[in-house]
C-alpha cells in the first residue's frame, strides 16, 4: 500500500511536483529559483483563470514588500524555462491586471509503491469499468475545460496516479446494488490491510558513531581511505603548521607515517586501488604536479605538470579509476581558461580532456571515479560560492546536472554501491553541513548538523566508513597604527572579536563606525560598532543565506552587500540605521562584491551574466547595468579622484589592474608579491595597501606608493589570513589599517564508523 502521497499537476511534457518542490520535464528535473517555483505553482494552481498581480505577489512574498519587476522577472524566467518558441501557450499577460496560465492542466495524486491500475478495485471512484476495457482513464483538466484521457499503460507506466474528479458519478454508472456490493468489498479489503498488509513502520536510522581519526595540533584535511578501508592518507601542516606534507596512518592507531617532504605544499592524496601508492598535487610553480609516492614511503615519482595556481577550493580534488590506470585532476593551461578535468595515463602521464566548463567560470573541480568506472562526478564551480554537481557518462556524451542549488560545495564522494553521492554544501545555511543525494531523480538529504564546518567527505569502499574534516576557524578583527605618532600605542589590537568568524571590515566615511560581516549570531550577518570596536549591533537578520562584503555609501547613510536571500546571490542595500534590504540587482547570473562610485551614483560588482566574470555597475537608485571590464574582473574599488577603477580579476589569481572610469584599455598596475592574491587589498589617495601570503603562516602587510612605484613592509603577521573573505581596510584619515587574522584554525578528520 502507498506510504506518501505527491501532488501532481501536468501540462504539455511538463510535471510540476507540489509535495517534492520540484518541475519535470519528460522525467528530466528542470531547475527553478524558489520563488519562481511558486510563481509557477500559484499560476497553474489558479490555471484558466486571471489571478491579480497584487495577489500573485502576495502569494509568492507573503508578508513581504517587492516591486513589481520581481514579479515580470519571474515570469519572464518562466517562459525561457518553458520554451522560447511556446511561451504564450503557457502564461498569457493581461494588460494592466495579471496573468493566466491557459494550458491545460490535468491534476493527479501520485501514491509512492501503490499498486497499478490492473491491479486496483475495479469499483474504484476514480477508475471505471468501461475506463480499463478501453484503455482510457479519465482525469480532470483545467484551463481549456476539455476532457483529457491518460492511457492504461501509462497508468501502469505511473501507477500512483489517480484523477481527481471522474465525469460521471459512480452511482449513476454503476447503479445502486453494485455501489453496495463494492462498499462491502470495500470494507473486507479495509480489514485485510488494516490486520495483515498493513506496512511494518521503518526502524528509526540508527545515530552515526562519530569518533576521532585525528587530533594533531593545526590543520588535518583531505582524508582519502586505503583500499581496505584500515588506513587513512591525508593533509597536516606539521608541528609548526609552516607546510603541508601527505601522511598515512592507521584507523585506530596514534602513529603516522610522513610521506613527502618537499618545501611546497603538498595536497589532495589518493590511494591506488592495490594500495601500493598513493596519489598527490603540488600546486607549485616551480617543479609542481601530480606525483605518486608509495604508501610505505620511498621515492616519489612525477606523472605530469598541472597549472601550478589553485582557487580556493578545499576538498580532496584528485581521484583514482577503479582499475587503476587514470588520474583524475582539474587542469588548464592558462590563467584566463576555466579548469576542466583531465585524466592522467598512471604508465604514460599523457593527458586527456573530460570536460569543457563555459569561459568565464571558475571551472570543475572535485572529480571522483564511480565504482563501475562508468561515471565521473565533479562539481562545476561558477564562483566559489556558486556551484553544482554534475556527472559525466565516460562513454560520452553531455553532462547531467545532479544538483540544483547554485551554493558553495567542498569536496564529494561516491557511496560503495554507485547509487549516491555525499557531498560537504552550505546549502540552506551559513555552515557547510554533510548532504547526501541519489544519482537518479532525488532531493539531498541532510547527514549532519554541525555547528562548524565539516567538508572533504570521503567514504570507505570495503567498510561502512565515511570521514570527513571538522573545523575550527575563529577569526577577529585587528587593528594596527600605521604612521606611529609620538606617545600612541600602535601595537597591534584585537579590535572586533567573538568566538566565530568575522571579516570584511570598513571605516564609514566620517571614521567613527566600523561594518563587517560576522557569524557570531549563527548565520552571517552584517554589523555595525563604533571605530574602537565598542556597542556592535546587528545591522541584518537574514537567518541563513549568506552575507557579507558590506560596503558604505560615500555620505555613511547606506550599505551595499552581498547575499542569497532570494535563493540566487545578488547586490542589496540597507540603511545604516537598519531596515529592510532592497534588493538592486535581478540578473539571474550572480551578482557579488559590491563597492560604491566616489560620488555615490554607482554600485561596482562582479557578474558573469557576460558569460565570464567580469566587472559592472549599476545605478545605485536602481536601474540597467553597464559593463566596465572586458578581460576579466572579480572585485575592485574607485580612485580616491574618481579617474580609474583598480580591480582583481579573481581569488587566488595575483595581479591588480586598473581601467578609466571614462572607458579605455586596461593596465596591469601591481604584480609584486602576488598582491591581489587573496581579498586583502585596498586603494586610498596614495597606493595600495595589500596583504601577501608567500609565508602562510606570517603574512605580510605591504604599501604600494603610485608616486614611487615602491613595495614597502608595514608589518607581519602572526596567523595565516583567509582566504575566500575580504579582509583589509584603511581608516579615512591614514591612521590605523584593519586586518582579519585566523586567531585560531584547525581542523581534524573524524570518522562515522556505522555509515550505510
Not at 593527458?351 to 572529480?367: C, E, H, I, M, Y
Not at 557578474?607 to 566574470?613: K, L, V
Not at 553597464?626 to 572579480?634: A, L
Request: proline share 7%; hydrophobic share 35%.
Amino acid at each position: 500500500m502507498s506510504q506518501t502521497v505527491r501532488h501532481l499537476y501536468e501540462f504539455g511534457p511538463f510535471r510540476l511536483d507540489a509535495t517534492e518542490r520540484l518541475l519535470l520535464r519528460d522525467e528530466q528535473h528542470v531547475p527553478l529559483t524558489p520563488k519562481a517555483f511558486e510563481t509557477l505553482l500559484v499560476l497553474v494552481e489558479h490555471g484558466g483563470h486571471v489571478i491579480d498581480k497584487d495577489e500573485l505577489m502576495k502569494k509568492v512574498w507573503p508578508n513581504t514588500f517587492v516591486e513589481e519587476v520581481n514579479l515580470a522577472k519571474n515570469v519572464s524566467s518562466l517562459r525561457k524555462t518553458l520554451g522560447h518558441e511556446h511561451s504564450e501557450n503557457y502564461i498569457e499577460t493581461i494588460p494592466k491586471r495579471g496573468y493566466r496560465f491557459v494550458a491545460g492542466v490535468r491534476e493527479v495524486w501520485a501514491e509512492e509503491l501503490a499498486p497499478t491500475v490492473a491491479d486496483r478495485d475495479m469499483l474504484s471512484p476514480h477508475v471505471t469499468p468501461d475506463a480499463l476495457d478501453t484503455g482510457q482513464i479519465e482525469a480532470t483538466v483545467h484551463g481549456n475545460g476539455k476532457p483529457a484521457f491518460v492511457s492504461a499503460e501509462l497508468s501502469k507506466a505511473r501507477p500512483a496516479e489517480v484523477a481527481l474528479v471522474p465525469k460521471q458519478s459512480l452511482v449513476i454508472r454503476l447503479g445502486l446494488p453494485i455501489v453496495f456490493l463494492a462498499l462491502g468489498g470495500a470494507v473486507v479489503g479495509l480489514g485485510i490491510w488494516f490486520f495483515v498488509l498493513l506496512p511494518t513502520p521503518k526502524p528509526p536510522t540508527p545515530l552515526l558513531k562519530i569518533v576521532p581519526v585525528t587530533s594533531l595540533p593545526g590543520n588535518e584535511d583531505q582524508a582519502g581511505f586505503s583500499p581496505d578501508g584500515n588506513q587513512i592518507a591525508f593533509v597536516w601542516n606539521g608541528e609548526k603548521e609552516d607546510n603541508s606534507d601527505i601522511y598515512v596512518k592507521m584507523i585506530g592507531g596514534e602513529q603516522h607515517l610522513r610521506l613527502t617532504t618537499n618545501p611546497a605544499a603538498d595536497t589532495d592524496p589518493t590511494w591506488s586501488p592495490d594500495g601500493r601508492y598513493v596519489a598527490f598535487l603540488r600546486p607549485s610553480a616551480e617543479n609542481g604536479g601530480v606525483f605518486l609516492v608509495p604508501s610505505l614511503g620511498g621515492a616519489e615519482r612525477k606523472l605530469a605538470n598541472v597549472f601550478p595556481y589553485r582557487p580556493v577550493v578545499i576538498g580532496n580534488t584528485l581521484s583514482y579509476s577503479p582499475d587503476g590506470k587514470l588520474l583524475a585532476v582539474p587542469d588548464k593551461n592558462s590563467q584566463q581558461q576555466p579548469f576542466s578535468i583531465f585524466s592522467i595515463s598512471v604508465e604514460t602521464g599523457e593527458k586527456s580532456k573530460l570536460t569543457a566548463p563555459a569561459g568565464g567560470s571558475v571551472g570543475d573541480f572535485f572529480p571522483a571515479f564511480s565504482p563501475d568506472q562508468k561515471t565521473l562526478a565533479f562539481v562545476r564551480v561558477v564562483s566559489i560560492a556558486t556551484a553544482d554537481i554534475y556527472l559525466q557518462p565516460l562513454a560520452g556524451g553531455d553532462p547531467k546536472r545532479l544538483t540544483f542549488e547554485d551554493t558553495s560545495i567542498r569536496g564529494l564522494s561516491w557511496s560503495s554501491d554507485g547509487k549516491e553521492i555525499v557531498f560537504a554544501s552550505r546549502r540552506g545555511g551559513s555552515t557547510y553541513n554533510l548532504w547526501k543525494i541519489s544519482t537518479a531523480v532525488g532531493q539531498p538529504e541532510r547527514l549532519t548538523t554541525a555547528e562548524r564546518d565539516v567538508y572533504s567527505p570521503t567514504i570507505a569502499r570495503q567498510k561502512n566508513r565515511l570521514a570527513y574534516t571538522q573545523s575550527l576557524m575563529d577569526g577577529n578583527i585587528w587593528r594596527i597604527g600605521l604612521h606611529n605618532p609620538k606617545g600612541r600605542d600602535d601595537s597591534p589590537l584585537k579590535l572586533i572579536s567573538s568566538t566565530q568568524e568575522e571579516s570584511g571590515p570598513q571605516y564609514s566615511p566620517d571614521g567613527k563606525r566600523i561594518v563587517f560581516a560576522s557569524r557570531r549570531s549563527g548565520s552571517f550577518e552584517i554589523w555595525l560598532c563604533e571605530s574602537d570596536g565598542s556597542n556592535p549591533r546587528q545591522l541584518t537578520s537574514i537567518g541563513g543565506p549568506l552575507a557579507g562584503t558590506p560596503r558604505w555609501s560615500p555620505d555613511g547613510r547606506q550599505i551595499a552587500f552581498d547575499s542569497w536571500i532570494e535563493g540566487n546571490v545578488d547586490i542589496y542595500v540597507i540603511s545604516a540605521e537598519g531596515g529592510k534590504p532592497r534588493r538592486l540587482t535581478f540578473d539571474a547570473d550572480e551578482d557579488i562584491t559590491p563597492s560604491w562610485s566616489r560620488d555615490g551614483r554607482w554600485i561596482y560588482f562582479g557578474c558573469t551574466r557576460s558569460g565570464s566574470m567580469q566587472i559592472w555597475k549599476v545605478p545605485a537608485e536602481g536601474g540597467p547595468a553597464v559593463q566596465v571590464t572586458r578581460q576579466g574582473g572579480f572585485e575592485g574599488f574607485e580612485s580616491a579622484d574618481g579617474r580609474f577603477f583598480y580591480y582583481a580579476k579573481g581569488r587566488a589569481m595575483p595581479g591588480i589592474w586598473r581601467v578609466p572610469v571614462a572607458g579605455g584599455d586596461e593596465t596591469l598596475v601591481l604584480n609584486e608579491h602576488q598582491a591581489g592574491l587573496w581579498r586583502y587589498w585596498a586603494v586610498t589617495d596614495k597606493g595600495i595597501y595589500f596583504a601577501t601570503a608567500e609565508v602562510p603562516s606570517h603574512p605580510l602587510i605591504e604599501f604600494f606608493n603610485f608616486t614611487t612605484a615602491k613595495v614597502t613592509q608595514l608589518a607581519k603577521l602572526d596567523t595565516p589570513l583567509f582566504k575566500t573573505d575580504p579582509g583589509l581596510a584603511v581608516s579615512p584619515d591614514g591612521q590605523w589599517l584593519l586586518v582579519v587574522q585566523m586567531d585560531a584554525s584547525g581542523s581534524d578528520i573524524v570518522m562515522a564508523d556505522n555509515f550505510r
